[in-house]
């Protein structure tokens, strides 16, 4: 399926290796993740949960509301800047080995393997007419893809919707029309771009290829093919002496080609195609232990090295340069404030909001009243008690219709509180005049200021 320009279907093929084995690595352990998490429990309620719908995301012991935004800014900018600095440092490992595309591109063509076979029975089952033996494998690949696809929905919708809860509504038939379209959405997402597009996500649709040269330099970590040692490529007999015959150690089997997952010739030179996944360097490692000659034809080294005939430890020594420190020093100063500010975050938030439907007015005895309404929030695992109290001007009283003036809210919860405030008259000019509300709890005080209305 071509959804950019005329090209073959690729076909990529199996490969094994110590690269290979850390591929599936990061699957098992990123799925592991993505999957188990939301069954997790912590404190009797889901360990990880963006509540959109009350407006509260639980992480752990963690408790967040939407004015904590500042904290998602924080996360998004070290994520960035883990990307370019890892980036700078080891190339595209992390589209090659966690990307979400790579993963689940990954899942997929295991399943399509396990039905279809390897890369030559794919070949000729796709060439073969219909009949009901292809399309019984057809069939069962889709199936199998379909509710790989919708489990993946079910579970995304797991983290904004208590799984547990979601579960029972799928049992029942009675999802939401929200949690409906995403689940199937996100699934149908995963099939299309696991499934189908593939590789033309990763050339086409990720803008991360198109500037990650931005982040390359010749110190970063790349595939590359060492021309020196493998060119002129060209067949030969295992037991052939490739100098008497004017060859490299490049025997030209193409198996490099043919495990790429978007099937690029890597000796051919660095290319924006590659996710640096290392599916290459397996393959040409086994053929290289086949015929007899040095593993690393194809490895992981730099430009530089290539150039310098360098080894590990030069490779590695030039590790720390100009633009690893700038975004190393950037990083660790952004976590230290993000981590800084989550340490001294105070344990609940208060909204001030005024009644705006009556500024102010006069009440029994002459007084000056204006109304407001107070959010509460409470950012901790335990049941909170409030007191209120109110300074700025002389005379100035506060009155809530709680017993003791105290309010209590549960854990994780938020109270609107409505509250009036009067003053003297002659308490001060008629205008608006700056007050403080004060709010105690137990571990901390928080003082927030609003204005006070005097009319003429």
């Not at 979601?166 to 995403?182: D, K, S, Y």
């Not at 660095?270 to 086994?286: G, K, R, T, V």
């Not at 549960?410 to 005049?433: F, N, T």
């Amino acid at each position: 399926m071509s959804l950019y320009q005329a090209q073959k279907k690729i076909y990529p093929r199996s490969v094994t290796g110590t690269f290979a084995r850390w591929r599936w690595f990061f699957v098992i352990a990123t799925q592991l993740f993505f999957y188990g998490m939301p069954w997790l429990q912590w404190g009797g309620r889901q360990a990880l949960l963006f509540d959109i719908e009350a407006r509260r995301f639980y992480i752990f012991g963690l408790v967040f509301y939407p004015q904590d935004v500042i904290y998602l800014t924080g996360v998004l900018i070290i994520s960035a800047l883990l990307l370019f600095l890892f980036t700078a440092v080891a190339g595209r490992q992390w589209c090659g080995y966690a990307c979400p595309q790579t993963v689940y591109t990954e899942i997929f063509l295991w399943i399509e393997r396990l039905i279809e076979g390897d890369r030559s029975a794919r070949m000729r089952l796709d060439a073969a007419p219909m009949s009901s033996a292809k399309f019984a494998r057809k069939a069962g690949k889709q199936v199998a893809w379909i509710a790989l696809g919708l489990w993946t929905g079910f579970t995304f919708v797991g983290f904004f919707t208590p799984i547990r809860e979601l579960l029972t509504h799928v049992a029942n038939f009675n999802l939401g029309p929200w949690e409906t379209f995403w689940m199937f959405f996100y699934g149908f997402v995963t099939y299309g771009m696991a499934g189908y597009m593939r590789e033309q996500v990763c050339k086409y649709m990720c803008p991360y290829a198109r500037f990650q040269s931005a982040m390359f330099d010749r110190d970063t970590l790349i595939v590359t093919y060492d021309g020196k040692r493998g060119e002129p490529r060209g067949a030969r007999s295992k037991k052939a002496d490739p100098r008497a015959l004017g060859l490299g150690e490049c025997v030209n089997c193409t198996l490099c080609v043919q495990v790429c997952p978007t099937g690029i010739d890597i000796r051919n030179g660095l290319q924006y195609e590659c996710i640096s996944c290392a599916a290459c360097i397996d393959a040409c490692d086994e053929v290289m232990d086949k015929v007899g000659y040095p593993r690393g034809l194809i490895r992981y080294s730099t430009e530089h090295a290539l150039a310098e005939g360098w080894g590990t430890r030069e490779i590695v020594g030039h590790i720390v340069r100009p633009r690893v420190l700038v975004y190393s020093a950037i990083l660790g100063a952004i976590i230290l404030a993000v981590a800084t500010s989550l340490f001294l975050r105070t344990p609940f938030k208060v909204d001030i909001v005024r009644d705006r439907a009556t500024l102010a007015r006069i009440v029994e005895g002459g007084k000056i009243e204006n109304e407001f309404r107070l959010q509460i929030m409470n950012a901790t695992e335990e049941q909170q008690d409030y007191t209120l109290a109110v300074d700025g001007l002389p005379g100035l009283e506060l009155f809530i219709d709680l017993p003791g003036q105290q309010v209590t809210v549960g854990p994780a919860q938020s109270l609107w509180v409505p509250v009036r405030l009067q003053a003297p008259y002659d308490a001060a000019a008629p205008g608006s005049h700056q007050i403080h509300f004060l709010i105690h709890s137990a571990s901390r005080d928080i003082r927030e200021k609003s204005v006070f209305i005097i009319p003429k």
